[in-house]
């Protein structure tokens, strides 16, 4: 009853609210048809590569273009996507949670103008902006991380390894000749704020050296409990140590129980641990989210490590590929990469995508849980 005295009505909690904290509403951003028919939409199709449209009971059609974007977005280009909702969709638009944008118009008459503008723009090294496809039996955007550009913590890129891995399958982006969808993922470090614990190919950035300490600016620089605190494996203790004659409070980690996770580097920035050795990619696999067929998987391991090789990543692009196009060629309909590498098994996986099993990927966790943990909406009673 203290909302209530405080002026908090629980009947009607949006009346008279003045924050500004978080997003607005969703449903302001509605483009009218789809506010119009909320809750009678009958069926969709996709078209064509890039093109959906759904059919309301009421007769209403709505068709979406959906095109890839590069997800850390320039103003420039962000102005550019919002000057093409403007011209063709009433200035609606959305992104979905793979970093595609959606434009959506009202009638079937809309799409082509709306589809050549957008494949008409192209950056000045001749990439398209906005490329048209992503849906249905194909590689959609590839959801990542922040990279070298913003993180502090990564062991690899992320735009660059996205950019470059998106080039290499780009013609599965366009059409939908795979058995199924085929879900591309990036984090770039083992934090992992991209799903890669959960899509069908994975790149994921790994460092493999422990923190650097500089005591002498850990000392002025860092709270020491915070640091200690933050490491997941207490690899982490406090220790005094005397250079120069001087008494200095600082770390020690214990190199045997680090995981490389990078935490500690976020309380403390005198605990760097990126290395150019040491720093790299491993790429996993099979994972998805969906309960179609089967409850969902995580991914597995499945090349260790591959060196950072920027600007264009060439060892992960065509391990990338291969493993493409023997899912492309090999599954069956309807079947997601890691059902068909369990189908097959995984040690024809290995052969059928020319990796090589290395004692790197025996999956060593102490504890079942992977077997134990309820991880789906499958129910077993
Ligand atoms: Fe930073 Fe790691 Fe997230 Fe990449 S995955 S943005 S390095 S925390
Ligand atoms: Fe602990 Fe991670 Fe830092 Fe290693 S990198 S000391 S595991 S917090």
Redesign the pocket.
């Given at each position: 009853m203290a909302f209530i005295s405080s002026g908090y009505n629980p009947d009607k909690p949006m009346e008279g609210r003045i924050t500004d904290i978080g997003p607005k509403k969703y449903d302001q951003f509605y483009p009218p048809v789809i506010a119009a028919n909320k809750g009678k939409w009958l069926y969709h199709e996709i078209l064509e590569p890039g093109v959906l449209v759904h059919v309301s009971e009421t007769g209403d059609e709505v068709y979406t273009v959906r095109v890839g974007t590069c997800r850390l977005m320039s103003v420039t280009l962000l102005r550019e996507a919002m000057a093409i909702a403007d011209k063709h969709c009433d200035g609606y638009l959305r992104f979905t949670t793979r970093n595609n944008i959606e434009f959506m118009v009202d009638s079937k008459d809309k799409v082509e103008p709306l589809k050549n503008d957008l494949m008409s723009r192209k950056h000045a090294g001749g990439s398209y902006k906005f490329p048209v496809g992503g849906t249905g039996a194909g590689i959609t955007n590839c959801v990542h991380t922040q990279g070298w550009v913003h993180c502090h913590t990564p062991a690899t890129d992320a735009s660059g390894t996205v950019k470059a891995s998106m080039d290499a399958v780009f013609s599965d982006f366009q059409n939908m000749r795979l058995p199924a969808k085929l879900r591309l993922s990036m984090a770039c470090c083992l934090n992992m704020c991209g799903a890669v614990h959960c899509s069908d190919i994975a790149i994921l950035g790994y460092?493999r050296k422990?923190?650097m300490i500089d005591n002498e600016y850990l000392d002025k620089m860092c709270e020491i409990p915070l640091a200690v605190a933050?490491?997941?494996?207490a690899?982490?203790k406090p220790v005094k140590v005397e250079i120069d004659g001087k008494k200095l409070n600082t770390v020690s980690?214990n190199e045997n129980?680090?995981?490389?996770?990078?935490?500690?580097?976020t309380m403390c920035p005198s605990?760097p641990?990126a290395d150019t050795e040491g720093d790299g990619l491993v790429i996993m696999a099979g994972g998805k989210i969906s309960n179609r067929k089967c409850a969902p998987k995580f991914s597995k391991v499945v090349v260790a490590f591959i060196p950072n090789e920027p600007p264009r990543w060439p060892s992960l692009t065509a391990q990338i590929k291969k493993i493409v196009e023997a899912y492309a060629s090999d599954a069956r309909k309807y079947e997601r990469l890691g059902e068909w590498a369990e189908r097959i098994g995984w040690e024809r996986f290995f052969e059928k995508c020319e990796i090589e099993f290395t004692h790197h990927l025996i999956d060593d966790f102490r504890d079942a849980a992977y077997y134990t943990w309820r991880q789906t909406t499958n129910f077993k009673f």
């Amino acid at each position: 009853m203290a909302f209530i005295s405080s002026g908090y009505n629980p009947d009607k909690p949006m009346e008279g609210r003045i924050t500004d904290i978080g997003p607005k509403k969703y449903d302001q951003f509605y483009p009218p048809v789809i506010a119009a028919n909320k809750g009678k939409w009958l069926y969709h199709e996709i078209l064509e590569p890039g093109v959906l449209v759904h059919v309301s009971e009421t007769g209403d059609e709505v068709y979406t273009v959906r095109v890839g974007t590069c997800r850390l977005m320039s103003v420039t280009l962000l102005r550019e996507a919002m000057a093409i909702a403007d011209k063709h969709c009433d200035g609606y638009l959305r992104f979905t949670t793979r970093n595609n944008i959606e434009f959506m118009v009202d009638s079937k008459d809309k799409v082509e103008p709306l589809k050549n503008d957008l494949m008409s723009r192209k950056h000045a090294g001749g990439s398209y902006k906005f490329p048209v496809g992503g849906t249905g039996a194909g590689i959609t955007n590839c959801v990542h991380t922040q990279g070298w550009v913003h993180c502090h913590t990564p062991a690899t890129d992320a735009s660059g390894t996205v950019k470059a891995s998106m080039d290499a399958v780009f013609s599965d982006f366009q059409n939908m000749r795979l058995p199924a969808k085929l879900r591309l993922s990036m984090a770039c470090c083992l934090n992992m704020c991209g799903a890669v614990h959960c899509s069908d190919i994975a790149i994921l950035g790994y460092h493999r050296k422990p923190p650097m300490i500089d005591n002498e600016y850990l000392d002025k620089m860092c709270e020491i409990p915070l640091a200690v605190a933050a490491c997941p494996t207490a690899a982490i203790k406090p220790v005094k140590v005397e250079i120069d004659g001087k008494k200095l409070n600082t770390v020690s980690v214990n190199e045997n129980r680090c995981m490389y996770c990078g935490n500690c580097y976020t309380m403390c920035p005198s605990m760097p641990l990126a290395d150019t050795e040491g720093d790299g990619l491993v790429i996993m696999a099979g994972g998805k989210i969906s309960n179609r067929k089967c409850a969902p998987k995580f991914s597995k391991v499945v090349v260790a490590f591959i060196p950072n090789e920027p600007p264009r990543w060439p060892s992960l692009t065509a391990q990338i590929k291969k493993i493409v196009e023997a899912y492309a060629s090999d599954a069956r309909k309807y079947e997601r990469l890691g059902e068909w590498a369990e189908r097959i098994g995984w040690e024809r996986f290995f052969e059928k995508c020319e990796i090589e099993f290395t004692h790197h990927l025996i999956d060593d966790f102490r504890d079942a849980a992977y077997y134990t943990w309820r991880q789906t909406t499958n129910f077993k009673f």
